[in-house]
């Protein structure tokens, strides 16, 4: 039950002093979708969802699926450190038309796997859309284990995962066997997860280069084994930057060099030092940007 295969964009949310700019988001995600993108994922962790207000967090949903009107698959992150909450949050998305849940592990609480199955077990039960676990141990302190995932796997709206622990793949593969989709939640490790049997990635780069992206995942499960290796090796500078600080921080300020006028990271998060806008400004030199600078003129 694969939601995408190819590339999905988790797309950067941009706000203005007064909440979100809606008519920035809308030329965002028609970039996207102009640009042979095969899913948008909205308020992930690079959407800056744990600074949205519920009503925001909400209104955000509502919106990517109402200007995507079907063209490719909506995913809404509704994760939480609180399962009542992400139970309810997954509901809400479910009525607000989102094709699928991006569930983060809870975060801060560092529960027990018996604790991660019963999160997830309340979640998804309480749905009908397919569940995307979301694992990325770097930024919860929690971690998917392939146990976790065995058991998890009878749960039947329960149909992907994000990986950010790419080391763990094959083990997911030996005990889950294809039961789940996976998709990979390094960019710079996508073609290598594809590799061991993931359908694609969930990228923070694609809101650049969607296209790019998109064709780098499809030509490896085309077989195209060859031109998928050198494009993942020639996407790997501009990776680098998009990771240089904290993301979204950078992937915002090279949206905002080229044209785009996505505004600044709420806080916690700041303006990006004067070190890693030259290196951002720099790389985006590397790379033909024509279609989103022409898109947003």
Do not use: W
């Amino acid at each position: 039950m694969a939601i995408f295969e190819g590339a999905g964009t988790a797309i950067v949310t941009p706000f203005t002093d007064n909440g979100i700019d809606f008519g920035k988001l809308e030329k965002l995600i028609e970039f996207q979708v102009q640009n042979k993108i095969d899913s948008i994922i909205i308020c992930g962790s690079t959407g800056e969802a744990a600074t949205m207000t519920d009503e925001e967090h909400c209104a955000a949903i509502k919106f990517a699926v109402d200007t995507v009107a079907g063209r490719v698959p909506v995913i809404a992150g509704t994760g939480s450190n609180d399962t009542k909450y992400g139970v309810e949050l997954t509901k809400k998305a479910e009525q607000l038309g989102a094709d699928a849940a991006l569930v983060v592990t809870p975060y801060y609480n560092k529960c027990t796997p018996d604790g991660l199955v019963k999160n997830y077990e309340a979640i998804a039960k309480s749905v009908n859309i397919p569940i995307v676990l979301y694992n990325v141990p770097s930024r919860t302190n929690v971690n998917i284990s392939p146990e976790v995932l065995y058991r998890l796997a009878d749960i039947e709206n329960i149909v992907a995962v994000k990986e950010c622990n790419l080391s763990q793949v094959p083990e997911v593969y030996s005990l889950c066997g294809d039961r789940y989709t996976l998709y990979s939640g390094e960019d710079g490790l996508a073609i290598p997860m594809v590799s061991l049997g993931a359908k694609g990635v969930i990228s923070v780069t694609a809101n650049l280069i969607p296209e790019y992206t998109s064709k780098m995942i499809h030509a490896y499960l085309d077989g195209d084994i060859k031109t998928a290796r050198d494009m993942q090796i020639g996407v790997i500078p501009l990776v680098k930057a998009m990771f240089c600080e904290v993301n979204p921080i950078p992937v915002k300020e090279a949206l905002n060099i080229l044209g785009c006028g996505v505004g600044s990271c709420r806080l916690p998060l700041c303006d990006m030092s004067a070190s890693g806008h030259a290196r951002v400004e720099e790389t985006l030199k590397q790379y033909d940007l024509s279609a989103i600078t022409s898109f947003f003129a």
